[in-house]
């Protein structure tokens, strides 16, 4: 069982950065893919990122490459979407999930277990 809790959810003006995180907790935390999706109001949930279990490994959507990051600190049971130049397409509520596999599993699949989300809102 895994426990995720997402901050540093706000409002930024077009073209500002934020910095998400995700604590997580729970045993092993370090033998899972990390993630993050978001949904968007009327919208489907989507994959944004994807990071290995040893950070090895990562993916992107093709909306954010170039200008989302996303990291881990296996030693802190954290992982970490750092977003720069944001759009206003890139509001949305944005949840944090965890997989037993592989990042390609879980950008396919997505997670197993999800936080609560928080929420992200570019202003133009």
């Known amino acids: 069982q895994v426990q995720l809790v997402e901050s540093g959810g706000g409002l930024v003006q077009v073209g500002g950065s934020l910095r998400l995180s995700c604590a997580a907790s729970g045993r092993s935390f370090s033998n899972y893919a990390m993630g993050w999706f978001r949904q968007a109001p009327g919208k489907e949930r989507e994959f944004v990122a994807a990071?290995?279990?040893?950070?090895?490994?990562?993916y992107y959507s093709d909306p954010v490459k170039g200008r989302f990051t996303i990291s881990r600190d296996n030693t802190k049971n954290s992982v970490y979407l750092q977003m720069n130049s944001l759009k206003p397409e890139d509001t949305a509520v944005y949840y944090c999930?965890?997989?037993?596999?592989?990042?390609?599993?879980?950008?396919?699949?997505?997670?197993?277990?999800w936080g609560q989300g928080t929420q992200v809102t570019v202003s133009s």
């Open positions: 990071i290995s279990a040893t950070g090895g490994s990562t």
């Open positions: 999930t965890a997989r037993a596999g592989t990042a390609s599993l879980l950008r396919r699949q997505s997670g197993n277990y």
